[in-house]
């Protein structure tokens, strides 16, 4: 590819539906490079910046920076999934990233942190080249199982285990209803997240009931959000957000009251919302996140039995593929935050005397 012939252009609008529909349906991204999710994302104080290259007024590659300001450390900037290209080519890997460390530089920001997107490994080696080191402390998601849904309903359901099955039976049998929800009952799904969240010990993501609101409120226009619920004599149990994108259907966040666990509601409001995907045109089902050291087990061997417990073990029951996905990596200019967030930050977390994360990146 020429590079003279490209056009380059940097852009901080907010919303760009001629990028959101490059992202979906012709470089198949994933729903974080979209301007929709940084309108939704604006509501925590994140802002926009995306270039763009054109090759005869037709978008060849792009990518969408989240910037925000963090007090004691300056800009931090996220690049999820991306950037993406629709042929790669090496050339234009290269500038790409020369143009984004240039960015770095113009708007002045701290630290970076970029994820490439699914099955695009080789565009993570050539961040490596330009000095990005692997990230070892965020807890950013990357390995994933998820099930092909153009194989028939028999080889997806002779997939799972069979108590899984009986499950899905059971559940249907004794009075589970799955039905869709709407924005009146995203308060009452957000209680069902932050239940579970409070069981497994964890920190709510989102952490605000408005996040999701707004989430609804950006998407359901392009019909890129689903909400399932299950109840059982009509008092709900559990529900699901789902995003579907291109061709995955994400199953994005889920909530459970903890009641009635005997009556296998979760099982049956997966297999339901596997159903509604397969039966418009998705063709895959993502569950989006499982932890890493747990796919590289199974992936060399292990019986998932055997490694896996609590919801990645209720995941990978479903019978889908494990995939790796790309490791984040990060850039930081200053020497001297680098050394704090590599040498020091490491050590006091490990320690413990810190929380978690030095910042919330998300």
Not at 40 to 64: F, H, M, S, T
Not at 69 to 96: H, R, S, T, W, Y
Not at 251 to 259: D, E, N, P, T, V
Not at 284 to 291: A, L, N, Q, R, W
Request: charged residues 25%; glycine residues 6%.
């Amino acid at each position: 590819m020429d590079l003279s012939s490209l056009d380059l252009r940097i852009s901080t609008e907010l919303r760009d539906d001629a990028w959101d529909r490059f992202v979906e349906f012709e470089a198949n991204g994933h729903f974080e490079q979209t301007s929709r999710w940084a309108e939704v994302k604006r509501e925590g104080g994140w802002d926009p910046l995306r270039i763009i290259i054109y090759n005869n007024g037709e978008i060849v590659a792009g990518c969408q920076i989240l910037i925000r300001l963090i007090p004691l450390i300056g800009k931090v900037g996220n690049l999820p999934k991306g950037p993406l290209f629709i042929k790669n080519n090496e050339n234009l890997i290269d500038f790409f990233i020369q143009k984004i460390k240039e960015l770095i530089k113009k708007y002045r920001i701290q630290f970076f942190i970029v994820q490439a997107p699914d099955n695009q490994n080789l565009i993570t080696e050539y961040f490596k080249k330009e000095g990005f080191k692997r990230n070892t402390f965020l807890n950013i998601p990357n390995a994933t199982t998820f099930i092909d849904l153009s194989e028939p309903y028999r080889k997806i359901l002779s997939s799972m285990t069979r108590n899984f099955r009986y499950n899905i039976r059971f559940a249907q049998r004794n009075g589970i209803n799955i039905r869709e929800g709407n924005k009146n009952e995203i308060s009452q799904f957000f209680k069902l997240m932050l239940e579970t969240c409070k069981r497994q010990a964890v920190k709510p993501s989102p952490s605000s009931e408005s996040f999701i609101q707004k989430l609804w409120e950006v998407f359901s226009p392009y019909k890129n959000i689903k909400f399932f619920l299950a109840e059982y004599k009509k008092e709900i149990l559990s529900g699901l957000i789902c995003i579907p994108f291109g061709k995955v259907f994400y199953a994005w966040r889920f909530g459970w009251s903890g009641k009635y666990e005997d009556l296998r509601a979760n099982h049956l409001l997966h297999w339901k919302a596997i159903q509604w995907a397969k039966e418009n045109g998705y063709k895959y089902y993502d569950f989006m996140v499982i932890k890493r050291i747990i796919a590289e087990k199974i992936l060399k061997g292990a019986h998932f039995y055997s490694v896996a417990k609590g919801q990645d073990l209720f995941k990978l029951s479903f019978g889908g593929e494990i995939a790796l996905l790309p490791e984040a990596y990060f850039y930081i200019k200053n020497p001297i935050l680098r050394f704090i967030y590599t040498k020091v930050y490491g050590n006091l977390r490990d320690i413990k005397i810190l929380g978690k994360y030095p910042f919330k990146i998300f």
